[in-house]
């Protein structure tokens, strides 16, 4: 008995330090009195609290405020230099990795393009990121401890059987699989206290898009990410659906035509297959446009919404009624109240198309949640996987009050 007290005594302290930790995280700087306010927490429990995380440097004085007659409320925050966190995007055209303080600035990043197929060699994937991660360690800025690492990945994360972390599934790019989580730690020489999350991008970048950028404030929406691939992720009930961490929104891979064009899975019809960047050059391609010799993804697509060719007008005219019409499907199922449109080719094409995307998505979606939905693009831009990825060792530190690395953290 004694023993379980301890636990349970343990427990309450960790629950009440994180309650105070997420509030100050996003709304603060906050005042005991207003902390106690919000969370319910009694005003010894508060001072407790706040005593002990600011003697643990969690939590630091920024200025005071007036009261009515009584004397100036001090207002607590959670300084930058608390932690610092590191986000990977494992793109489709390069590996991004961006060191963070805690309140999401970015100190430090290290890019490293792949070339076509890129993704086959998953060793030198591995490197890449092992190259990255050292580079953003070592740069010459001041910043806390690190709390922990984030990774994106294309494709389906799932736990190894044989307890060796994160395994991905990633057929677009030839991952079978991967034990990413196991090679990264090996590569990059990653001591087993260091928390490492490896991730779907699409829901990397739904968490950065739902804490920081167009999906706040919501409880039921859809992140797209459209790049080369196309992927979401649904939030409902303020919970990414699967889960944050693993699992997939895999809305590329729905079927948009029977026996339709050839999607990078091996599948035909796939949605991925008519709106994915690549795709989309595709068509134009076919329709006799095309990138111009050794232009990228990005610098293809941008110049096929600056066309004044008739066939590119088709190509971007039939892209938004495909876009529209899966995304009728998202509403259909989910009943969103916001969809967030995402990605680096999702914001190329949105600031363009999103009339007539929001067009389609009415003329093919039920009246009733199609009326509730707003459609809008993303505010965090092209680093939105890694900043989503970043948040993964954040939530952590949140979830645990602030507790120490390691496996008994």
């Keep these: 008995m004694p023993e379980r007290h301890r636990r349970t005594v343990r427990d309450l302290r960790r629950g009440n330090r994180a309650t105070l930790l997420r509030r100050l995280y996003f709304e603060g700087p906050l005042s005991r009195q207003e902390l106690a306010a919000h969370t319910g927490l009694s005003s010894a429990s508060i001072s407790n609290v706040t005593a002990e995380l600011l003697a643990d440097g969690l939590l630091e004085e920024a200025g005071s405020v007036g009261s009515d007659g009584g004397r100036p409320r001090t207002l607590l925050r959670i300084p930058p230099g608390a932690g610092s966190l590191i986000g990977v995007d494992v793109g489709e055209t390069r590996i991004r990795v961006e060191l963070f303080d805690i309140s999401m600035t970015e100190l430090a990043r290290s890019v490293h393009p792949l070339k076509d197929g890129g993704h086959g060699d998953v060793t030198h994937v591995v490197r890449l990121i092992a190259d990255g991660l050292a580079a953003v360690c070592g740069a010459d800025v001041q910043r806390g401890p690190l709390l922990g690492i984030g990774v994106g990945v294309p494709g389906i994360v799932a736990e190894d059987p044989a ?21 990264l730690r090996s590569t990059a020489q990653l001591s087993s206290s260091t928390p490492l999350f490896v991730s779907n991008g699409a829901k990397t970048l739904g968490q950065a898009e739902m804490w920081f950028g167009a999906g706040r404030g919501a409880r039921d929406a859809v992140i797209a990410l459209i790049g080369s691939g196309v992927g979401a992720s649904v939030i409902t009930d303020g919970s990414a659906y699967g889960g944050a961490a693993q699992g997939a929104g895999e809305w590329g891979h729905t079927t948009m035509q029977l026996r339709g064009r050839r999607c990078r899975c091996g599948a035909r019809g796939c949605l991925e297959a008519y709106v994915g960047a690549e795709a989309v050059l595709e068509r134009w391609r076919e329709a006799g446009g095309g990138r111009a010799p050794g232009a990228d993804e990005e610098s293809a697509l941008a110049a096929l919404l600056a066309s004044e060719d008739p066939a590119a007008a088709e190509v971007l005219a039939e892209t938004a009624e495909y876009l529209g019409a899966g995304i009728a499907d998202l509403v259909n199922l989910f009943n969103p109240e916001r969809i967030v449109l995402a990605g680096w080719a999702g914001l190329q094409l949105g600031a363009r198309l999103l009339p007539a995307v929001r067009e389609a998505t009415a003329a093919y979606a039920l009246r009733y949640p199609a009326a509730r939905a707003t459609i809008e693009l993303g505010r965090l831009g092209t680093d939105a996987v890694t900043v989503g990825a970043a948040t993964l060792p954040l939530n952590r530190f949140l979830t645990t009050g602030g507790a120490p690395q390691g496996p008994g953290g």
């Design 163 to 183: 307890g060796d972390g994160a395994v991905v599934h990633a057929q677009t790019v030839g991952w079978d699989a991967v034990p990413l989580e196991s090679l």
